[in-house]
Structure formats: C-alpha cells, structure tokens
C-alpha cells in the first residue's frame, strides 16, 4: 500500500509541476499531500456518480458517456483536445 501511495504522490506532483508556468513555483509536501487526497476524492465521486448515472439510463455497465455527463456536476469543464477541432488537420500535428 505504501508504494503505490508513493506513486500517486509522484503522479500528482508531476501534474503540477506540468502545468506551472513558472519553473521557481514549488509545492510544500503538505500542499501536495492535499492536493493527492483532494484528486482522490474527486475521482471516487466521480465514479460513483457515472455508476448511478449508467444506472438511470438501464446500462449494464459505465463508459465513458456517463463520466461526460456527470463531469459538469463536479465543476469540470470537458475541452475537445485540438485535433478534435473543426478545421484542425488529424493526426495530432
């Protein structure tokens, strides 16, 4: 247990640092320890949520259909990646 708790912590630092735009930003281990309980809980609420969604629409099981439609309660705003865009060439160029 303890090592993948290691790798979550690894994980969710690398996001940050990824998406800082200053490379000086730094993140204390208690700030990071939120941040991991923090995305834990988002994605168990998640889950559950998408479960009760595909159990309202008589489905036998979750795709990711119902993670779209629950996604908006939680604050999480869906963006189509770039290649997805109209007008966008395909191929991930």
Known sequence: MKGSRVKR????????????KDDKCKVS????????EMLKIFVQ?????AIRQAQA????????????KVLPQLGWKIR?????LPGKAQGGR
């Open 57 to 68: 629409e008589d489905q036998d099981r979750v795709d990711i259909e119902q993670f779209e």
């Open 45 to 49: 609420e998640a889950a559950v949520r």
């Open 9 to 20: 912590k690894e994980l969710v630092s690398k996001l940050l640092y990824f998406h800082f």
């Open 29 to 36: 281990p208690d700030a990071l320890q939120l941040m991991v």
């Open 80 to 84: 189509k990646p770039v290649w997805c």
